[in-house]
């Protein structure tokens, strides 16, 4: 995943020791070539695993969720932030807290497309303290379909995502592992290993 790291480090601007800011690639301007090999990547990382579909959440998964499912030939499905009016009855839902947003949000999907027996693959951009990835692996266990794995483009591992998802019996597969922002210097945790 060289093409990642290289716009981490090129173009990501560290906004504190805990937030890394990705917009000019990631999350408001999408670079659509590094949104394919994100997709390569994760389709190649989850070969051998059965997936019948891809959960994320609105809006920065799912560009990365896309590119995966173009690979796989599944679809996708996104979990919404907020109720739409189209989308009031028969709905999964989960509470999510948003480490970047610092509030609570009820996600939702509809029921009619995380059917029981689905194999699902939750994508999602960033990995801080896993609580947007635990709501989506909530809204797949409510449907009594199965997690087939958890695929993040950015996983802060000086934060507890990871541990928490592993704990919980999941399978974490994370593009760019970051060991820490401190002093505005990204440093990958592969980095840390070489260094020592
Ligand atoms: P978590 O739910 O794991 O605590 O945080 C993951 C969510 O928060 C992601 O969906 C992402 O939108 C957002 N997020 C967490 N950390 C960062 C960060 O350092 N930079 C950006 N741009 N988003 C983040």
Known sequence: MNMLKQAILQKGVVLSDGVLKVDSFLNHQIDPTLQVDIGNEFAKRFD??????????????????????????????F???????????????AQVYSFTKKETNEITVSRDFILEGDKVLIIDDFLANGEAALGLASLVEQARATVSGIGIVIEKSFQP???????????????????????????????LVTNN
């Open 48 to 77: 051998e695993v059965e997936i019948t579909k891809i959960l994320t959440i609105e809006s920065s998964g799912i560009a990365p969720a896309l590119t995966t499912a173009i690979q796989l030939k599944v679809p996708v499905v």
């Open 79 to 93: 979990a919404r932030k907020k109720k739409s009016l189209t989308l009031s009855s028969n709905l999964l839902t």
């Open 161 to 191: 995502g990871r541990e928490k998802l592993q704990n919980a019996g999941y399978r974490v597969e994370s593009l760019a592992r970051i060991a820490s922002l401190e002093n505005n210097t990204v440093r990958f945790v592969e980095q």
